[in-house]
């Protein structure tokens, strides 16, 4: 269970009470924040391998986080980062070809996954071709293999999520929750989002909150009115399917720009 009333740090030393454990970091703009992002990214990498010899991340999906792959494919990360140890996921995908524009698989391919070491067998995509239920249930099967034995799913390094207007996150979406949400890692979901396309596979809470680490991005004005909810509104998750995050051993971190934090 999420602990309740826990605080926010705000980058000023600022203490507030939420409905979460959490930090919050707050930027000047996209650019500043996907600087921060990417060097705390780079040192929880140095720290996994150092630890337990590799880094596995799951990437977001979005418009959010291109800025952050493009900056880790260059200098200094691109030689830095511990790329032949790392292995990526993502925490959701949406149903279209992986050459497709609007893949998510395809968009950090392009931004990241291309420029940098990274072998090929290290990067477990949803095969989004398959129907949405097939693709859940092979995805599930990726994320056992991957895991420590006797697990379900991997207790991840780092998990990168993002945030719509309407406070969904990777593709939990405003809603009941679906039974499938609590028992299972992967879930197949149906939800028109701004035009993108709809049939999606998602990975659950379970996995998520089982991370050691989880940053959420979100900048704009946009998300001012869903992140206040989310961050200091009452308990509603079945509303705002981003309070459903909330790490059971892990840190959590918001890297938001003053404009999505207008409202805070
Ligand atoms: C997706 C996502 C989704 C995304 C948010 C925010 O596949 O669409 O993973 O959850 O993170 O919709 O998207 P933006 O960064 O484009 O606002």
């Known amino acids: 269970m999420p602990k309740r ?75 830095q980062l511990p790329w032949a140890q790392t292995h990526v996921f ?18 950090a391919r392009v931004a990241l996954l291309n420029h940098v070491a990274i072998l090929p067998n290290h990067i477990y995509r949803v095969q989004s071709e398959l129907e949405p239920a097939s693709a859940a249930s092979d995805y599930a099967g990726q994320l056992q293999i991957f895991a420590a034995r006797g697990q379900a799913w991997p207790r991840f390094d780092l998990v990168l999520l993002g945030m719509g207007n309407d406070g969904h996150t990777a593709s939990l979406f ?6 499938a949400e609590q028992t299972a890692p992967t879930l197949a979901v149906t939800t028109a989002y701004q035009g993108r396309p709809a049939k999606r596979v998602t990975l659950t809470p379970l996995v998520f909150n089982a991370a050691r680490h989880i940053f959420f991005l979100a900048t704009g004005a946009s998300k001012a009115a869903a992140l206040a909810a989310v961050l200091y509104g009452p308990h509603d998750p079945e509303q705002w399917p981003a309070q459903r995050i909330q790490p059971t051993q892990g840190s959590l971190i918001w890297f938001v720009d003053q404009a999505a934090a207008a409202q805070i």
């Open 174 to 179: 405003p809603g009941p929750i679906a039974p």
């Open 90 to 107: 993502w925490g959701d995908e949406r149903c279209v070809a992986p050459d497709h524009a609007q893949s998510n698989y395809y968009q």
């Open 5 to 79: 009333p826990g605080a926010i740090k705000c980058r000023s030393g600022k203490t507030k009470v939420t409905m979460s454990d959490a930090e919050l970091q707050i930027f000047a703009d996209l650019e500043t924040l996907s600087h921060a992002v990417a060097r705390q990214f780079a040192a929880i990498a140095t720290q996994a391998v150092a630890a337990h010899r590799r880094f596995s991340v799951v990437l977001s999906g979005g418009g959010t986080p291109q800025t952050l792959y493009r900056l880790l494919a260059q200098q200094p990360y691109r030689d």
